[in-house]
């Protein structure tokens, strides 16, 4: 008797791929934290690798990007990477969808006022951050 073939089709990533994740603890800890790091990464008192694990890989490359323009400024500048003094004057969030959560943050500085959006997607039974965008 020969053995019955199936035709049945396995998808690897169904099983070792990202996996979605809807319920997480309240993200606005870490969207505080995200942030903070955000702005001392950017004024280049902190490694960019010390956020790697909240971020998507595509969030790290675009931020990574945005870290040497800013350190080639400020060599320009003739400034030196120093731990910025900001302040959180607000922080908004929504959630579009189940395991999705938008956040703007309102960010004070000496010198201006900034807005950072972020949106988290639960990931792999965490919070991972899939865009941050500073403006």
């Known amino acids: 008797m020969a053995k019955a073939q199936r035709n049945e089709r396995f998808d690897a990533d169904d099983f070792f791929g990202v996996q979605r994740t809807t319920e997480l603890p309240d993200p606005t800890p870490l969207i505080t934290n995200l942030v903070r790091c955000v702005v001392e ?3 280049g008192a902190r490694d960019l690798e010390q956020i790697s694990r909240w971020v998507t890989d595509d969030v790290f490359h675009r931020l990574s990007r945005r870290v040497s323009f800013a350190s080639r400024a400020r ?10 003094r900001f302040s959180i004057m607000s922080i908004r ?24 959006a972020l949106r988290l ?10 865009s941050i965008s500073v403006l």
């Open 121 to 130: 997607e639960g990931l792999d039974r965490r919070w991972r951050a899939t």
């Open 41 to 43: 990464i950017l004024a």
């Open 93 to 116: 969030t929504s959630e579009p969808a189940a395991g999705v959560v938008e956040a703007t943050v309102i960010v004070q500085m000496p010198q201006r006022v900034r807005a950072i």
């Open 75 to 84: 060599t320009l500048k003739g400034a030196p990477a120093q731990r910025p």
